[in-house]
């Protein structure tokens, strides 16, 4: 049981460039989500989803896109990445979006953007 | 206004020492409440969830008061181990979203 992992776990990229950031979960969670974290700003929700098929915006999506074929994987692409998302992605995936549940979360990617 | 409030400290406080945290949620929609821990250049994990008559697990107690919105964790006989980012973290009854303060840092020195 591997729980949440991530890929890659460090990335750079020029301004411009594109990339996905793969996110994977073996536990049949029905919510995954993406969050960006900074310095002093805390986890901030960029996209959700609450099964195949189904996503939504969370606080920061502008510049992300996200899919959900499958209820393992949750990627998360980058269009064309700027400086100001140089930060720290965590994806996480829980039992339901709502209620007592624990968030699992991976390992996390960071990335620069130049 | 922030959804979730915290002090982000430094707090730095001697082993042995009882440590507390609050955190301040602004949605009365609120419902369920957490305090997760974050190791340097890691992953959150969850510490605790927080029920209305508060709970205990060994050293850690957390509390709710609904009436002022406010979530606290208290932390006694402080560790070296117990040195980590406490993410307070709440969501509604609605809206599938988890919302993190942007948490409280605490240093236990030997």
Redesign the interface.
């Known amino acids: 049981n591997a729980g949440v992992t991530q890929t890659p776990k460090f990335q750079v990229l020029k301004t411009g460039q594109s990339m996905t950031l793969q996110c994977a979960q073996d536990m049949n969670h029905e ?1 995954m ?1 993406w ?1 960006r974290q900074d310095p ?6 960029i996209h ?1 989803s ?1 099964g195949a098929g189904i996503t ?1 915006q ?2 920061v999506p502008n510049g992300y896109n996200v899919s959900r074929s499958t209820t393992e994987d949750f990627p998360l692409r980058l269009l064309s990445a700027a400086p100001s998302q140089t930060s720290v992605y ?1 994806c996480a995936s829980s039992t ?8 699992f ?4 990617t960071r990335l620069t953007v130049l | 206004r922030k959804e ?1 409030e915290q002090d ?1 400290g430094p707090f730095n406080v001697p082993e042995g020492a009882t440590v507390a945290f609050n955190c301040t949620y602004s949605n009365s929609a609120s ?2 409440f ?1 305090w997760y821990r974050q190791d340097c250049r ?5 510490l605790m ?1 927080v ?1 209305s008559s508060g709970n205990e697990d060994g050293r850690f107690t957390a509390q709710l008061n609904r009436a002022s919105q406010y979530i606290s964790l208290l932390i006694r006989d402080s560790k070296l181990s117990d040195s980590a980012t406490y ?1 307070c ?1 709440v ?13 409280t840092s605490l240093t236990v020195i030997p």
């Open positions: 919510y989500s969050y002093g700003m805390g986890l901030r929700l959700y609450v939504d969370g606080e965590f339901s979006g709502t209620g007592y549940n624990e968030q979360f991976g390992p996390g | 979730v982000p419902q369920s957490f890691k992953e959150p994990k969850l969830s029920y993410l973290v969501n509604r009854r609605t809206g599938n979203q988890f919302y993190f303060g942007t948490g």
